[in-house]
Every structure is written in C-alpha cells, then in structure tokens.
C-alpha cells in the first residue's frame, strides 16, 4: 500500500543510505509498528473499490439500475438524490482519510529525518576516523563559496565571462526574499524593518554542513553563534552597517557583495545570493537613480546564463501589480532555470475571494513568466519575533488544514520551504556538475592568454602583484629611512647651520646691525645689540632654528625617497614614495620640550664675548665680509632694476631706459652729490632735505614726489654704508691687538666684528644642539611614522590601487586571481568527482 518513492530518492540525504555502516537498523526496525499496526490507521481500500466498482456498473448505460431509474415514481427521485448527496460525502470522506494517512507519513519521515539529523550531527563532531567522504562533502560547497569570493574581488562589476552558477534571490520591495532565505538557513539572520528598504546590497549566503549552527564573514574570524538571540542580534546589526558602509554618499543601493556563511546539521549546501528589492517608485529619501541602480543590480546577476532565479512573488497582493516577473521572464524567457516561489499564501487564501486565482498563480497561467518549478510558502504570521521552529510548524499546520491541498489545488511537494529548499539545492548541484568544467577551460584559456603577454612585455621581471609590490617598496623605503641615522654630523651641522643663517640673516642685519651701527659710541652699539638679541632670542630664534632643523630633516628624507638608483631604480614606486613621505611628514611633530632648552642655549651664547685666539676673529671677520658683499650685490641689483641699464648696456645690448627709470635715475644722481658732501650723513633724509632734492629736480625738468625720492634714499645710503663696512672691515683685520686690549688708546673699534662672531658662534652651537636632536631622537620618530604609515597603507585597499598602478601592475594582478581561481577550480572539481 506504500507508494513508490524510487523517484524521490533525492528528498533522503546520501548518508541515510550509507547509516547501516554505523547504525543498527534491527533495532530501529523493531522501536517502528508493525504492518499490521499501520494497516488498522488505513481504510480498507477494497471495500472502497468494490462499492466504487458498483456505483459504476449501476450507472452504466443498459444495465438494470438505468432501467429501474427510468421506472421509479417522483418518490424514487427524491430518495436518489438523497443517495447522491451521499455518495459525494463518502468521496470527501476518502480524501480526507488520504490526507490524513499522508500526513501521518509525513510526520513519520520527518521524525526520521529529524533522528538522522542528529546522528550527522554526532558525526560531523568526531575525529575523522575513517569517514573522510564526509569531510569532503563537508567542505564542497566552501570550496567553490572560496572560488565566488575570488571572482567577486577580480571583478566587482560582476565579469559576464563569469558564468559560474549562484541562487539569484529577486523579489519586489517586501515579498519576503529575506523571510525565505531565513528559512532555508534555519535562523533569523538579516535586519528588518517595517516597510523600508533594508536590504541595500547584495549578500552572498553560503550554506553548509557543519556540527554547530554559525555563521561568519569571510573576512572576519569571529563565529556567531545562531541558537544564541544575542548573536543573532549583533550578527543582524553588523550586516547592516557593512550594508551601509558599502553605499557611498549620495546613494541609497550599492552593487558590493557582503559575504557571508552559514553552518549547521542538515542545511542544504549551495550558494545564495539575496538582492535589494524591486521598486516601482523612488520615494522620499532615496537616491534618484535607486530604482535604475537596483534593475542593473539585479540584471547583472541574472543575466549569467548558469544563475538560477529564485523569483518570490507575494501572494498577498495583486499578481498584475508585481514588477519583478517581468524582469525574470525577459532574462530567462524559456524558464530554464527559474523557480517560483509564492509567499505569504495564508494571507492569499483569506483574503483571495477566488481560490483558483492562487492556483493559477502557482502554475504561472496568470502571466507570462515560465519556470521550472511552482512552490508556495508560509514564512509566518508577520511578527518579527518569531522563531524559524514556530513558523515551521505554523507553514505545517496551515497546509494541513488549507483547501489549496484538499481540493488537489497544489501538490504536496510544492509546499512548505522545506521543500523548496531540497529543490533549489538539487537544481543548484545539477547546474554546478553541468557547468564548472566549461568555466575552468575559460579560466585556463584566460590564464594562457595572460602569461603570454606577461612574456612579450615584461620577459625580464617577476611577475608581483599589487601587494607583493608593496611589499618590495615598504622594504626599500625603510633602507632609505635607516640611512638618515647614516648621515654624518658635520654633514648635517652644516646643513643646519647654513640654512639656520639663510633663514635670519635677514633679520640680524636689518634689524640688529643697521640699527646699532648708526649709533656714535662704541657704548651705545653694545647696548643696542644686547638688547635687541636678547629679544630676538626670547621670541623668535628658538622657534627659528627648531623650523630650520625640520625642513633640513625632511629635505634629507626627500633626498633619499627619490633619489634614482640607477638601473635599479623602479619608477612604479614613485607615487607611494611620495604619499609615504608626504604622510609620514604630515603625522610628525617636532617634541615640544626643544625650543625652552634651545632657548637657554642660545641666550648663553649669544652673551659670550670673548674671542679666545686670532683665527677665530679671522673667521668672524671673513663671515662678516661674506655677508655684506651679499647684502651689497643685492643692493646693487635693486638700484640698477630702479634707474635701468647703464650706458654701456644701454650700447651692447640696444636696450633703453622707461620714464620712471629716468626719473629715478635723475633722483639717484642727486642724491648721491648730497652723499658726497656728507659721507656721514644719517639714514634718512630730513624734510628740508627732501625739498632742496626735488626743487633741483624741477630745476632740471624732472617733476618727482617726494614718496620716490625717500625710496631711492633708502638704497643709496644703503649701498655707502655697506661699502664703508666693508672697507672697516678690512681695517678689523688687523684688530684683534686692539681687541684683546679693548680698544683702549686706539681709534680703531671693531665692535660689529665681535657682533658678528657672537652670530657665528650661536650658530654653530644650536647647529651642534639641532644635530644631536635630529640624531638621537626625531630620525627615530620619523622612521616609527615611516613604518605605521606603511602598515596603514598595507590595510588600505583603495590606498594601494591608487598608488601603485599601470599596466604592469593591473597584468600581474589579472594574472594572479585567473591562476588562483583556475587552481580552485580544478580541485573542486577533482573533489566533485569524487564525491561522485
């Protein structure tokens, strides 16, 4: 009386058929009823065939019961109509007592399948003493999950040459894709919301055996446990941010995938992919482009001629108001590889006044969408609470008692997400055997194709990839750092001290020695100048010279960072060098505590008169002469580029003087006799002086304002007063008897002398106290910024594409992923077949 289940055979894992090697089936035989137990809860079918057979023979034509029926009296006609009524209650009758014994059935394999749950579950657990088929089962649907991750990173715009098969899950807004995919999975894992948009990207659930129910990202190591509410909470809270970490400002969907896995006893391996939902509207606080970005989204996945579309559809609403089945049938028009599935069917049945409309639904009569398979689900009853056991057993009790099975409306295996989970799986491995083979001879034919080009481009170098690369210029970088602590100390005291001068020098002559130098007495001048330096040490050298050591610093840095080795030298580096350099300078900072000590240091010196030997006031002579031959040159330079090109350039070169330059020139020349008959005259010009210039001007023709006969004082005298320097300067050299007997009974001073060796000296010992710094401490800090600047960069995806780029780069990088995803490929296959 059992039916044949020889076709069905899939429904039962492969392990029940292999349980007799570790499980006695004799004692499990004998816990079940006997035949004659089962045949007292079945009717007797013989008895309901004989009683058939003669209701036949008694309506058949000519036959006695059509003769007497013919004869009968109205009171006959009423008592046939009496027996008609009833025979129809008796057919009820038997199809609810086949609905029940089928139920009973039913209940029996799923205590059975429950039972052979467990037993794999024990199994999965042990050591794996013999049993290594079931580790490879295990592990199959990880490897090829491994070779889908690979290909989503080699490609995120999902490459069409990608024709691996995955289970499209598409649905309008709400139909319930995600209720779906938690039944399958066994556990509530997604966020949800009450009507708005909460899945934002693709998610990839990859689904597998495994002793414990978990789940974890494949780039995260932590496990969460899903019999844990806890972790189920924060497992749905961190696939929401990730979903809104992946969509970038100014959108509501992205296309990156969120890669995710699940294991537990008897889930069904295959690869899920579960998509934003179809909208028809863009409604307020959505990117413009959200419902184009979520069709192209959805269109890309399907568009693989290997996918298989899980379309959801809600049996709650309209059919005609449905988006998503037109999408699906233009994408796979023959319904080669799509699956129908219609949610919510408890509320299609109560609020459907046509019960035959959910039936053509189901059997896709009421449009155009064809497909393989027509399933009907319940995923609960609306309450987000619920649990996947309560809403099981709600989906089973509602189908028990649903018309839709009573009247032969729907099938018993195109119910209950059970079901469809055991079908989806099937069809998942049968287009996976069919198709991964062709996909590994592309893969091979790609790689092929790479390496030859690698060959004719680049025959002479290694084939690095992306990080690889980063690898060999993060160790050349810190080389390069490492050799600032090989700079030599003169090396970088005159450094210092060379650019420390460039950048006061200004400063000390402009506002030090000029002022003090108009001075009358040797008195007044030292005065001047102590007052002056004490001033400009107290609020501007230390802060000066500390400036000065950090852009010497980094010039080095620089020096080496982009100094070309030669044949050696790589130029794909060049950029991350750069930002390196640039990042690590910008992170740096000078210690604070510097400037107060280089502040004492520099008072005391500059308070130090006291030249000790004659070479010493040579030099501060020579430094001295040094910096007013520069300040005269410079001076030269803005008196001629005032009046213009004398008359010798005027003749060589054919070059003329504008109006202004003629003015001034004319300026120049007068005020120059006044030079001459007062070679000491003061720095600036008085009122009546500036009067009698410009009257001599007119005089002349030449109309002047008085602005630019002051501006072109202030050069002149300039000039005189470096020329007289210089040439008492000269005189000083001869001075340092004079000095060492302080200048008594001799006309000679040679005060600036002393000034100057004060600036020389204070010089190179914050030189000495900069270098020692820079060596001892701030070279280490940098290398330190150097190499967390590097590790940053190294996490830094997005960071390294931008830097390290170019054909060769991209070539590498291409050649890499094909040859990795190749190699996956063929093991998984090599593990397919034997599992076979």
């Known amino acids: 009386m059992l039916p044949d289940l020889s076709e069905y055979k899939w429904i039962v894992p ?14 499990l035989r004998k816990a079940l009823p006997d035949a004659e137990d089962l045949a007292k809860l079945l009717p007797d079918f013989d008895k309901i065939g004989e009683s058939l057979s003669s209701l036949k023979g008694f309506f058949l034509p000519g036959s006695p019961g059509e003769t007497a029926f013919r004869a009968t009296d109205q009171g006959y006609e009423n008592d046939k109509q009496y027996k008609k009524v009833s025979d129809k209650e008796k057919v009820d009758q038997l199809q609810e007592e086949l609905l029940q014994t089928q139920l009973k059935y039913q209940r029996i394999l799923e205590r059975l399948e429950k ?13 794996d003493k013999g049993i290594h088929q079931r580790n490879l089962k295990k592990s199959l ?23 691996l098969p995955r289970v499209v899950v598409v649905g309008d807004q709400s139909a319930g894709k995600t209720s779906v995919l938690e039944m399958i999975a066994q556990a509530r894992i997604f966020p949800r919301g009450s009507g708005e948009m909460m899945t934002r990207s693709p998610v990839k659930v990859t689904l597998s055996e495994g002793p414990h129910h978990v789940a974890l990202f494949k780039d995260s190591s932590r496990e969460f446990d899903l019999t844990k509410e806890e972790d189920l909470a924060a497992l749905r809270h961190e696939i929401e941010i990730r ?63 290997n996918a298989i579309i899980l379309c959801i559809q809600d049996g709650s609403v309209d059919a005609e108001r449905s988006i998503v089945t037109d999408l699906v049938s233009q994408m ?35 449009f155009p969408m064809k497909a393989l398979g027509y399933f009907a689900v319940v995923t609960g009853k609306g309450n987000s609470s619920e649990s996947i056991e309560s809403i099981k057993d709600y989906e089973e009790e509602f189908f028990q008692n649903s018309k839709l099975l009573k009247t032969c409306m729907l099938k018993a295996h195109q119910v209950t997400t059970r079901n469809l989970s055991l079908a989806v799986s099937d069809c998942f491995w049968k287009m996976v055997r069919e198709s991964v083979e062709q996909q590994a001879d592309a893969f091979k034919a790609t790689r092929f ?75 007044t001048f030292n005065t001047t100048v102590d007052i002056k330096l004490k001033q400009w040490t107290d609020k501007q050298l230390p802060n000066k010279a500390v400036e000065v050591a950090w852009e010497t610093l980094q010039e080095e840095f620089s020096h080496f960072m982009t100094e070309k080795k030669g044949k050696e030298h790589d130029d794909i580096f060049d950029k991350l060098k750069q930002a390196v350099k640039e990042e690590s300078i910008k992170r740096h900072k000078w210690n604070e505590r510097a400037e107060d000590s280089l502040r004492v240091i520099q008072h005391n010196a500059l308070e130090d008169r006291s030249i000790s030997d004659k070479q010493q006031w040579d030099a501060a002579i020579h430094f001295m002469e040094e910096t007013l031959q520069g300040r005269l040159k410079d001076t ?90 210089l040439s008492h300067c000269n005189l000083c050299r001869r001075g340092f008897y004079y000095y060492q007997r302080h200048f008594v009974d ?91």
């Open 141 to 163: 649907i990880d490897m090829y999950s491994e070779v889908l991750d690979i290909l989503s990173d080699y490609d995120a715009s999902y490459n069409t040459q990608d024709h």
């Open 746 to 836: 001799s006309e000679l001073e040679c005060n600036d002398v002393v000034l100057f060796w004060r600036i020389q000296r204070m010089l190179a010992i914050t030189a000495n106290t900069l270098r020692q710094q820079l060596s001892n401490t701030e070279v280490r800090r940098l290398e330190k910024n150097v190499k967390e600047v590097l590790e940053d960069f190294a996490e830094d995806t997005d960071k390294k594409v931008k830097l390290l780029t170019g054909k060769r780069v991209q070539l590498a990088e291409d050649l890499k992923k094909v040859r990795e995803i190749q190699e996956k490929l063929e093991a998984f296959i090599e593990a397919l077949h034997q599992e076979k």
């Open 636 to 725: 030269e330079s803005v008196i001629e580029d005032m009046v213009g090109p004398d008359w010798k350039k005027r003749w060589l070169y054919w070059v003329g003087r504008t109006k202004e330059q003629n003015i001034r020139n004319e300026t120049k020349n007068e005020l120059e006799k006044m030079m001459k008959c007062n070679e000491d005259h003061a720095a600036y010009l008085a009122n009546d002086e500036v009067t009698t210039v410009r009257k001599n001007l007119e005089a002349k023709g030449v109309t002047v304002d008085p602005c630019l006969i002051k501006d072109t004082w202030h050069q002149v005298y300039r000039r005189h007063f470096l020329k007289t320097a």
């Open 449 to 523: 194709n790479l390496e030859t080009e690698w060959k004719n481009n680049y025959p002479r170098l290694r084939e690095l990839d992306r990080n690889e690369l980063f690898e060999k210029a993060k160790n050349e970088i810190l080389d390069e750092v490492i050799s600032l602590s090989q700079v030599t100390p003169k090396h970088w005291e005159e450094i210092l001290q060379k650019m420390l001068w460039e950048r006061v020098a200004t400063h000390v002559i402009e506002n030090i020695y000029l002022p003090a130098a108009q001075t009358t007495n040797s008195g």
């Open 14 to 27: 492969d392990f029940v058929w292999e349980l007799d090697e570790h499980i006695d089936f004799e004692k």
């Open 243 to 305: 979903m809104r970490k992946s969509v970038k400002e100014g959108c509501t969907v992205s296309a990156e995938t969120i890669s995710l896995s699940v294991k537990g006893p008897g889930l069904q391996r295959m690869v899920l992919v579960d998509l934003p939902g179809v909208i028809s509207t863009v409604t307020s606080g959505m990117a413009p482009d959200t419902k184009d970005t979520i069709f192209s989204i959805s269109k890309a996945y399907m568009q693989n001629p």
């Open 115 to 127: 039972e052979n749950k467990e037993l794999r579950k024990l199994v999965l657990q042990k050591d």
């Open 332 to 366: 796979d028009p023959h319904g080669k590889r799509t699956i129908f599935v219609l949610t919510k069917v408890d509320l299609a049945e109560k609020n459907v006044a046509s019960p035959n409309r959910i039936q053509q639904i189901i059997e896709g009569k009421l």
